[in-house]
């Protein structure tokens, strides 16, 4: 599975942006879908995640209630909507997906290592 993601960019803090991963090479369809991201000197973190399992939505507490997570097996896509952007979000945005998502527990869905395979990245900057 080849994943492309696009959509990030410069934002003012409150704005928001639509992050899309697309995936070829196979159906994805049973996949976990997530993505992650990563800022300047810090870990790769968990940011939302889509269950291959039951469609159930993950997300971290720090992005709750403003990011959207979706996908369309038929078209090989997954989207993040983001907005009330803020500044500590700027990172770079990784989708990833893992082929074992049917088995997986919601605590696994939300772990990194987990993700088969992952995006290029896409760069979020969101201003003050």
């Known amino acids: 599975v080849q994943l492309q993601a696009s959509g990030g960019g410069l934002v003012q803090a409150g704005g928001s942006l639509r992050l899309s991963c697309a995936a070829s090479g196979r159906t994805v369809s049973g996949y976990n879908m997530g993505w992650f991201r990563q800022a300047p000197g810090k870990e790769r973190e968990f940011v939302a995640a889509n269950s291959g399992r039951d469609n159930v939505m993950y997300y971290a507490d720090s992005v709750k209630g403003r990011f959207t997570i979706s996908r369309d097996n038929a078209k090989r896509t997954f989207t993040l909507q983001m907005i009330s952007l803020k500044p500590e979000d700027t990172a770079i945005y990784y989708c990833?997906?893992?082929?074992?998502?049917?088995?997986?527990?919601?605590?696994?869905?939300?772990?990194?290592?987990?993700?088969?395979?992952w995006g290029q990245g896409t760069l979020v900057t969101v201003s003050s």
């Open positions: 990833a997906a893992d082929p074992l998502g049917r088995s997986r527990s919601s605590s696994a869905t939300m772990r990194p290592s987990n993700y088969e395979y």
